[in-house]
């Protein structure tokens, strides 16, 4: 597959200030991509993107991705901008370690609005501009969406959420010259994981990540894969590659599923008859 160069490509970026979102925009820039940070703290986005080069190279805005119309508003600006946008990465997300018995079901619910709901309307609002350019979204996942652990349930199901989410939205924007792709990392180093580890039970559960199947990675090398992703439009990206077995294995009839099951004529059709039935109501 020829490489989907990224020199002048438009990349918006949600959850854009956090470690793993500036590590990425980083690399991007290095390539020569125009970086759209988009966070919470619109300041903070602001601050960081003058840290990328300035105004003409990177920027950035406030967004809400517990809001639809947040990030439609931040979406809109960052197209008039730029000119347009080619790549959208669904970045936020939040993590903790709790029992079903103890965690509070508002902190449940708020990981899977921002970590499944949040990817929903990320793509929701980016999808007009990146459609335009014939682009790709990319959501960041987890090897939790595969591997099920303890006291991790909110968490697990918000990115099994996102894999298969973005198995969906492909079939249904690949049409239209769109990728989507979702991004499964192992642990790796983040303020995220720091928090993690200090706390005595996350420390428990994952044995401080220090051998075995929870060893830690490097964030570089996430950010490697992730931008190798984008590159070759992958529809997965797993991180590190020796655990693409224990990925692959739930989806390994996905693609047989989808070609047997799932006429491209038919999905067609069936967005159509969706899109009037809204005018109708």
Excluded at 150 to 156: E, Q, S, T, V
Excluded at 209 to 222: A, F, R, T
Aim: aromatic letters at 6%; proline letters at 3%; a positive charge.
């Amino acid at each position: 597959m020829k490489n989907y160069a990224l020199k002048d490509r438009v990349v918006a970026i949600t959850g854009g200030t956090g470690g793993l979102g500036m590590a990425v925009a980083k690399a991007l820039r290095a390539r020569g991509a125009l970086i759209a940070l988009l966070d919470l703290d619109g300041a903070v986005a602001g601050e960081k993107a003058r840290v990328l080069g300035g105004n003409d190279v990177a920027a950035g805005w406030q967004a809400d991705v517990c809001s639809l119309g947040s990030v439609e508003t931040a979406m809109a600006s960052v197209a008039r901008h730029f000119g347009g946008i080619d790549v959208v990465i669904a970045g936020a997300g939040i993590g903790i370690v709790d029992s079903m018995a103890s965690i509070d079901p508002r902190l449940f619910e708020r990981h899977i609005d921002i970590n499944l709901n949040g990817v929903f309307r990320t793509f929701r609002a980016a999808l007009p501009y990146v459609q335009a350019r014939k682009g790709y979204m990319m959501a960041i996942s987890s090897m939790a969406a595969f591997v099920h652990g303890p006291l991790n349930g909110h968490y697990a199901a918000s990115k099994a959420g996102v894999w298969a989410l973005c198995d969906s939205v492909r079939l249904e924007v690949r049409h239209l010259g769109v990728g989507v792709g979702s991004v499964h990392p192992t642990f790796f180093k983040t303020p995220m994981m720091d928090a993690v580890q200090a706390d005595p039970i996350g420390n428990k559960v994952w044995g401080g990540n220090e051998k075995g199947l929870w060893k830690m990675i490097e964030l570089d090398e996430v950010v490697t894969h992730i931008v190798e992703g984008i590159e070759r439009r992958r529809d997965m990206v797993i991180v590190p590659k020796r655990n693409s077995l224990v990925a692959w294995m739930p989806g390994i009839l996905r693609r047989v599923v989808e070609a047997v099951g799932f006429k491209q004529t038919d999905i067609v059709e069936s967005i159509r008859l969706a899109r009037e039935g809204k005018r109708d109501d």
